[in-house]
């Protein structure tokens, strides 16, 4: 049995080196590592084993229920589903679409993601899971009917426990396109008998995060001559302009496309800012509704309002940003929470049908959930994100015990 020895020799060695790699750079970097060694002859017997003994510890440190890899080579689809938890009811979350530089990075992304979904449909009150897909490839030039099709297709294999919707690379016409295979899907285009794009919704719940602010700072939730700036005037920051500036807010904004600009300019009278100053402007309300990481160590010291609020995710860089921003004085409304506006309307699809004023009407509870995450923060002398945290941990606790109870 000479080469069972020496197998079991290399197999060993490879665990010292995976312990000492991981000792010195953390689980997030060893696969880093892994590409540095590719070329030595520790590499294949280093890979597979580490790729065996990753999975499963990556699933296990938020406790993910599932996660399911799909791979069709006709239509050249590579996807992961993931399914954060179901306590609450099936997992929604979109379909993003992105050039992943590894599958590791796209595995990393999709367990993020879905575990937000989460703790977002727990806080505001969804009773929906948390779940995300992520489908690795170029959305300008990779994505076809026959590719979404397919993933239509494993979506309608998990028999509902995962419904999809439109996110990064994807939009309400290619979740037409899914439904051709499943009925598991939200966001669907008008034309295809949905409701379309969610963002008035998203855009009506930052505003309602925006009002609690203000009450919780002022004592009065009005938006006349308030100033609020907004990163990013798209789909959502567009409608929370208007929705602030309907309301006697006065705007100040800043993008990087002219015609977002000059929309916002004509229709609203905003006053328009260059990129990076829109940091420092002297508001009552920053309003990040272009991408996430905008809080964080160069940013803070700028900020000049007196509390943020808008569609953008993840927009702490690192937790550490919500206790910084408690001690500046600044409220942060958490994202998850401020932006569900989009995920009340999904589930409003998912339920039957969209009537956009009992969506609006739903989607207005985020102001009484807002100043209940700061009330908590308060009396906890805690972070309004850790507090966000809590409250959705604490809804799922209380439904997960409930189960216990045999009702068949
Ligand atoms: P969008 O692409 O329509 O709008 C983003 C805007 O930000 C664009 O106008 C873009 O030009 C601008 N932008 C990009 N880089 C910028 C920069 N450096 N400075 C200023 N502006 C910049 O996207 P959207 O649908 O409005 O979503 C905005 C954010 O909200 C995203 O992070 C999204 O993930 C999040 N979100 C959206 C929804 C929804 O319902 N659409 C729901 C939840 C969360």
């Known amino acids: 049995m000479p080469n069972s020895k020496t197998v079991e020799v290399h197999l060993d060695g490879a665990t010292i080196i995976s312990h000492i790699v991981r000792s010195i750079i953390g689980l997030q970097q060893e696969f880093v590592a892994l590409n540095l060694l590719r070329n030595t002859t520790f590499y294949p017997i280093l890979n597979t084993r580490m790729i065996m003994m990753e999975i499963f510890p990556q699933l296990g440190k938020y406790n993910h229920q599932q996660v399911v ?16 938890d179901t306590t609450l009811g099936p997992a929604l979350g979109g379909v993003r679409m992105w050039p992943y530089a590894s599958e590791e990075e796209a595995l990393e992304d999709v367990l993020r993601l879905s575990r937000g979904m989460t703790y977002k449909a727990s806080v505001s009150g969804c009773n929906l899971g948390g779940g995300k897909s992520v489908i690795i490839g170029d959305p300008k030039t990779q ?39 499943t009925p598991f899907v939200s966001c669907v285009h008008e034309k295809a008998g949905g409701p379309g794009d969610p963002s008035f919704a998203t855009a009506w719940g930052v505003k309602a995060g925006t009002q609690a602010i203000l009450k919780a700072v002022y004592g009065s939730d009005s938006l006349t001559d308030r ?34 600009l000059k929309r916002a300019s004509d229709e609203f009278r905003a006053e ?32 000049k309002c007196k509390g943020i609020a808008g569609s953008a ?17 600044i409220l942060y409304g958490p994202d998850y929470l401020v932006n569900s ?41 805690i972070s309004t994100a850790e507090a966000s945290d809590r409250i959705a941990e604490e809804r799922i606790k209380s439904i997960s015990e409930i189960k216990r109870i045999w009702a068949e």
């Open 143 to 181: 994505k076809t009917d026959t590719l979404l099709r397919a993933m239509g297709r494993f979506i309608h294999s998990l028999g509902g426990k995962y419904i999809c919707g439109q996110d990064i690379g994807t939009n309400s016409h290619d979740m037409a396109i899914i439904k051709q295979e």
């Open 313 to 329: 995710n993840n927009v702490l860089a690192e937790d550490r940003h919500g206790v910084a921003l408690q001690k500046r004085g």
């Open 227 to 260: 100033r609020i700036a907004i990163q990013g005037v798209g789909n959502v920051g567009y409608f929370v302009a208007k929705y602030c500036h309907e309301e006697g807010a006065k705007i100040t904004a800043s993008d990087i496309s002219e015609e977002a």
């Open 341 to 381: 506006g989009g995920l009340i309307h999904c589930q409003e699809e998912v339920l039957g049908e969209v009537v956009k004023e009992r969506v609006l009407e739903k989607v207005s509870r985020i102001y009484d959930q807002t100043l209940q995450v700061f009330k908590k923060a308060e009396e906890g002398g």
């Open 69 to 84: 890899f799909c791979n069709d080579n006709s239509s050249g689809l590579k996807a992961v589903i993931a399914i954060h």
């Open 272 to 303: 328009i800012v260059d990129q990076d100053d829109i940091y420092s402007v002297d508001c009552d309300v920053f309003s990040p509704c272009a991408f996430g990481a905008v809080v964080n160590d160069e940013t803070i010291p700028k900020f």
